[in-house]
């Protein structure tokens, strides 16, 4: 019986299902992302406490891995789903990592879904407690290696629970602290009007300011830098494709302390 395999960023990966979904093993991971052996079980078990058996992956004892996909694993077999692959794959914050992240989540992951359920279907709720906890120990790990302002990415957990357990968790939102710093709602193209209303500084000059002041630099996107935190935040969004989807990420928002900085840099240049 030939094995269907989907190719991710050039690496073949077989197809591997379990519980109805799509699975990937730690070696999947590492292949695809081109890491050492390995990598992937390290950084798994360094945040074990974070991610949920049955949720986002699920063990199979060697017999069970033999049988089912063919595998020796004399100490068990773990297999990941497309949460907790989002979850691990934070941790592997490179070029390669936010290429094959979108591959796998929208060629893997995603592929069966898309292909098998023509029609909308009504979305099967999750229970409250574990919904909040799956999207809290998402944003917890982005807080820990994105900088995220934690009020900001507790609220976006919430409001993503809501979604998945349709219950009303507002009561709880409330409970969350404000931002104890001016908040971010400039991006480059409203910095470059605020700055020069009369002819305003293109995007592109905006953020190659901001990454010359040291608030900011380019990995697969911008990231704002610890000295950036003082002016601005990394703030979600959601982005929509021409096939309907979306998916959220984040991007760079500025304050009225990262205008006033700008104003006052393009002035000097002005004077030289």
């Not at 099967?124 to 934690?150: F, S, T, Y």
Request: charged share 30%.
């Amino acid at each position: 019986m030939q094995e269907l395999t989907v190719n991710i960023e050039g690496t073949d990966l077989q197809i591997k299902e379990f519980n109805g979904q799509r699975v990937v093993t730690f070696k999947d991971i590492d292949a695809a992302h081109e890491r050492p052996e390995g990598t992937a079980r390290k950084r798994f078990n360094d945040n074990k406490k974070r991610f949920v058996e049955g949720e986002d992956y699920f063990v199979r004892k060697t017999d069970e891995a033999k049988n089912e996909f063919g595998v020796m694993a004399p100490n068990g077999l773990v297999l990941v789903t497309e949460s907790g692959y989002m979850m691990l794959s934070k941790s592997l914050n490179d070029d390669r990592a936010w290429a094959v992240h979108r591959s796998l989540v929208n060629n893997y992951f995603r592929f069966k879904e898309q292909a098998t359920q023509p029609k909308p279907k009504r979305p099967r709720l999750k229970p409250k407690d574990l919904a909040v906890k799956q999207h809290m120990n998402i944003v917890e790990i982005m807080i820990e290696k994105v900088g995220l302002d934690p009020g900001i990415a507790y609220s976006v957990a919430i409001d993503e629970a809501e979604k998945e357990s349709g219950c009303n968790l507002l009561a709880y939102e409330k409970l969350l602290p404000a931002a104890d710093h001016p908040t971010g709602m400039y991006n480059a193209t409203d910095l470059g009007k605020r700055v020069r209303p009369d002819s305003p500084v293109s995007p592109r000059a905006i953020n190659k300011t901001l990454k010359t002041l040291g608030l900011q630099v380019k990995e697969k996107d911008w990231v704002i830098t610890e000295a950036g935190k003082e002016y601005g935040e990394m703030m979600p969004f959601t982005a929509s494709h021409n096939n309907g989807s979306s998916h959220t990420d984040y991007r760079p928002l500025w304050n009225e302390k990262a205008v006033e900085l700008l104003k006052e840099y393009y002035k000097e240049e002005g004077e030289k």
